[in-house]
């Protein structure tokens, strides 16, 4: 019985080593990568033809897949999922999957001939926006943080819209300053204003009532008086007169763009708190590549 043992063992182990031999290895990493490399291309088929949801669907898995070894095809997938999600109006998404892309490589380009404007300038933005904030692009002397950079966090964006038009600056009383946000300004000059404008007012009618009636002329007995109120109505017109021009010339210096963008990274709490958004339902137009991969095409989601 011994040597029939012995030979049942000696076939197991020849299985095995044949089972891990160089040879069948190959088979095995082909099918993996043939796995990846289908779902890849129907993911490419369906950015195609403007399908952003199954797009998104197909390469979301794929981010953090530890098959992909190619570095291009990783950038390949972040670039395509990032424009999906901007497609779909998932801006909060997109910045997450486009910071993602630029720390892997920081100067990376969108083509210009292949997006739309729109998307380019929006990618460009939040470029400028990682490196302003240290996220990419750290100076050589400086270390880098011990988690690889800030922690992921929601992307606060502030757009100031500001619709004083042009004639309001030369409106009175600090209106100027109170379209710039300049609230201190505005209030100093308001009240300057206010005084010079009673000044001005009280000294006129003052002046009136010493009038002898019927005529332009102040009695003698009033001419002291008179002098008097007129160099208060002199002052409370200048006072008024100056604070005005104060007010337009420091109003049109210190205006404003007519739309500002001011941009933050607030630290999530806990993974809980990721918000996942979704398309709104409803009609939604938007912009995408035309057909044939060229030019800028308007789609629909329904």
Known sequence: MRPRHAWVAAALAAAVAL???PSSRPARAQTVTSDVAQRLEQANE????????RTIQLLEPLVDDARIQDPRMRLTILERLGASQWFLGLYGSARRTFTALLRIEP????DKLYYPPE??????EHRQFLKDEGVIGRPPDVPPDPDNGPPAGRLVRTVTLRRAPLIAYFA???????????????TVVAVLQGIGLAVNVASYFGLQANLIPGTNQVSDRDQGQASLLEGLWWGGTAVFVGAWGY????????????????ERLEPFESPDEVPRELPAPGVTLRLMPGPGDL????????
């Open 247 to 262: 007010s337009i010339v420091d109003g049109l210096t210190n205006r404003p763009p007519a739309r500002s963008v001011e």
């Open 107 to 110: 100067n990376y380009p969108l």
């Open 19 to 21: 089972l891990d031999a």
């Open 119 to 124: 998307l380019v300038r929006f990618f460009d």
């Open 295 to 302: 030019g800028l095409g308007v789609g629909a989601t329904f």
């Open 46 to 53: 369906a950015f195609r033809f403007q399908n952003f949801e």
């Open 172 to 186: 009175p009383f600090g209106v100027g300053q109170f379209a710039n946000d300049d609230r201190t300004t505005g």
